[in-house]
């Protein structure tokens, strides 16, 4: 009932105070070692390989030297004395912490505030002296830096109650709290949204790399599925040959055995179970837009009307076929199809006003598909791609066995390259003579 009553200022109240508590309290002095700075950035991605490696600790070697810039100073504006030794040491040592314990680092700086300031009362500057001064403004960044904006918000703030409290109830002269405070802000801010940036775009660099394997993974599941829908009609083809001759053998045989009709039962019905589960599998993958093609699966006699197609789409294509043309099997056919399809819509796409060659090699063992396009010529750009042919081409061979390579050709073209393994067919047996 209580929680209910609380009113929304109350809330934000609590929140705010759990925020300041968690940054600047809770585990203030954990030991929290400053990583080495990335090394792939637009200006240290073109240093030396040697140098690079020492590059990333230039974050570190600008908080050291800052450090003894300050040291530096304190001894300097003192005269060289013990005085300005210890005034140096302390806000020095507060700028090397940020590199270990940076929220302890500034509560370092800020306690050891006072002190240094009745130190160093005779040099010019109240609550901070000129190297506390610097001090204390590195320290912030440097914290603002390594953490969450809402602790450089809430180190602006306890440095301003610290040089209002100074001002009330220390007093002194000749005060320095308005410059601390209109610098650190702008030196905070800058910082905070420099983070910001940098954070943001750390994000979005992980989210688009995320973004590219769940693409490239879709990609391939939906390549492999296409595959698996043009394959279903050579497959079912085969299987329902299988279970037709095996109905019909045993009457081709005069009185057969019984061994051998139920045989030849066993063989249908293991042939008609094979169908039924790849017409299951294959309503499990299909899309339900999709739509079973009317006309039989293509084959590399169609090439010629493929690449006439093409031709009248303003690609100048040239076929070469080499070897002796025989029949393959219904899965190469068909694969090899899609291959060389895909090859020249690529080139359509990508290549305008190029010129293409195709090259169907019958060879022992095998076969072997060639596609090359010059590089693109005249005024039309390039059509972007959704970047599946290449994919698709891939699974197509490695399904069959194959190799393929595909990369650009040194006069700016692009090539394809297909072997796909064939065995050789069985001899057909010559039949008996009959006495």
Do not use: C
């Not at 160093?120 to 953490?147: E, I, K, Q, Y």
């Amino acid at each position: 009932m209580t929680e209910k009553t609380r009113s929304p200022e109350f809330r934000l109240a609590m929140g705010a105070l759990s925020g300041l508590r968690q940054d600047l309290f809770h585990n203030a002095f954990a030991y929290r070692p400053l990583p080495p700075m990335s090394t792939d950035g637009p200006l240290t991605r073109r240093l030396p390989e040697r140098i690079r490696a020492y590059a990333a600790w230039t974050p570190h070697a600008v908080v050291v030297g800052l450090a003894m810039v300050v040291l530096l100073m304190s001894i300097a504006v003192s005269g060289g004395g013990v005085e300005g030794v210890v005034t140096g040491v302390f806000p020095a040592a507060a700028l090397l912490m940020t590199l270990v314990r940076p929220a302890g680092a500034w509560w370092v700086s800020l306690v050891s505030t006072p002190f240094l300031g009745f130190l160093g009362n005779s040099w010019d500057g109240w609550p901070w002296t000129p190297p506390a001064f610097v001090a204390h403004l590195g320290v912030m960044v440097v914290v603002a830096a390594r953490t969450r904006p809402r602790t450089a918000a809430w180190m602006w703030l306890g440095t301003a109650a610290y040089a209002l409290f100074a001002e009330v109830v220390l007093g002194g002269y000749n005060t320095d709290s308005p410059q601390m405070l209109l610098v650190s802000a702008f030196a905070l801010l800058v910082t905070t949204v420099v983070t910001v940036r940098r954070e943001a775009q750390r994000e979005v660099t992980v989210q688009r790399t995320v973004t590219a394997v769940e693409r490239d993974r879709r990609t391939l599941l939906e390549e492999r599925t296409t595959i698996a829908r043009e394959l279903h009609d050579v497959v079912a083809h085969h299987m329902s040959v299988v279970a037709i001759q095996a109905e019909a053998a045993p009457y081709r045989v005069e009185n057969p055995p019984p061994e051998l009709e139920q045989a030849f039962v066993t063989i249908r019905e293991n042939a008609v179970a094979a169908l039924t589960e790849l017409r299951r599998v294959l309503g499990v993958v299909r899309a339900e837009d999709y739509a079973a093609p009317d006309a039989p699966q293509p084959t590399l006699a169609e090439l010629d009307g493929l690449i006439a197609n093409v031709r009248d789409a303003g690609l100048t294509v040239d076929k070469t076929v080499t070897g002796s043309v025989r029949e393959l099997p219904q899965g190469v056919e068909l694969s090899a199809y899609r291959i060389i399809q895909e090859a020249l819509s690529n080139a359509l796409r990508h290549a305008p006003g190029s010129t293409a060659k195709v090259e169907v090699s019958y060879v022992l063992g095998g076969l072997g598909l060639r596609t090359v396009n010059t590089a693109p010529q005249g005024l039309v750009k390039p059509s972007p791609g959704a970047g599946h042919g290449i994919t698709g081409m891939r699974e197509r061979v490695a399904m069959l066995n194959g190799e393929m390579t595909a990369e650009a050709a040194e006069d700016g073209g692009y090539e394809v390259a297909v072997f796909i393994p064939v065995a050789p067919a069985a001899p057909v047996a010559a039949p008996e003579p009959t006495a």
